[in-house]
T-cell receptor, first 111, second 117 residues
Framework: GEDVEQSLFLSVREGDSSVINCTYT??????LYWYKQEPGAGLQLLTY?????DMKQDQRLTVLLNKKDKHLSLRIADTQTGDSAIYFC???????????FGKGTTLSVSS | GAVVSQHPSWVICKSGTSVKIECRSL??????MFWYRQFPKQSLMLMAT?????????EQGVEKDKFLINHASLTLSTLTVTSAHPEDSSFYIC?????????????FGPGTRLTVT
């Protein structure tokens, strides 16, 4: 079945870059997403990448997709304390199905 | 990005009562809405997929008679937790999908914290 895996924790210092990794199993995924969840809040769509792209950059965020290895990463440049949150990667599996989420990576940023 | 609202943001109810949660897409029409449940420090678990004007499709293990979903319009879906019990206490998050020029974007509401006493 479809599965999305993420490392659970990442700790960085303010100003450093953060890289959050994700692997997925469904080769038919058309879109892959990154969401951010702050404590007690819903999910905020950060960015997404279409499966025929290798990279997408949006301000401090860079998404890299290695479709051959089914590996997705999110790089946050110049990480700030406000970036501390849980980051979920997600994929849309077969057409029309709901998002399949990873367990989330808790990013902790220290000053 | 598009906005999805949920109401209420938190609710406390007594065991045996029913609770209705509303999910609205504020600036777009969503033919498909999803309901998720999230336990503390865990990922989101899909409960059901709701298409406007038709019956919801429930995931395996989700009781359709307990979690009633109505998607009456392109901007509103409701989840009613019937005869709630303490084990139903959770964070419920709705999501609305927008398809625009072939792009699929899915936006989430802020969540509803349900506590059943």
């Amino acid at each position: 079945g479809e599965d999305v895996e993420q490392s659970l924790f990442l700790s960085v210092r303010e100003g450093d870059s953060s890289v959050i990794n994700c692997t997925y199993t469904d080769s038919s995924s058309t879109y892959l997403y990154w969401y951010k969840q702050e404590p007690g809040a819903g999910l905020q769509l950060l960015t997404y990448i279409f499966s025929n792209m290798d990279m997408k950059q949006d301000q401090r965020l860079t998404v890299l997709l290695n479709k051959k290895d089914k590996h997705l990463s999110l790089r946050i440049a110049d990480t700030q304390t406000g970036d501390s949150a849980i980051y979920f990667c997600a994929e849309i599996g077969q057409a029309g199905t709901a998002l399949i989420f990873g367990k989330g990576t808790t990013l902790s940023v220290s000053s | 990005g598009a906005v999805v609202s949920q109401h209420p943001s938190w609710v406390i109810c007594k065991s045996g009562t029913s609770v209705k949660i509303e999910c609205r897409s504020l600036d777009f029409q969503a033919t498909t809405m999803f309901w998720y449940r999230q336990f503390p420090k865990q990922s989101l678990m899909l409960m059901a997929t709701s298409n406007e004007g038709s019956k919801a499709t429930y995931e395996q293990g989700v009781e359709k008679d307990k979690f009633l979903i109505n998607h009456a319009s392109l901007t509103l879906s409701t989840l009613t937790v019937t005869s709630a019990h303490p084990e139903d206490s959770s964070f419920y998050i709705c999501s609305a999908r927008e398809v625009w020029r072939g792009l699929v974007e899915q936006y989430f509401g802020p969540g509803t914290r349900l506590t059943v006493t």
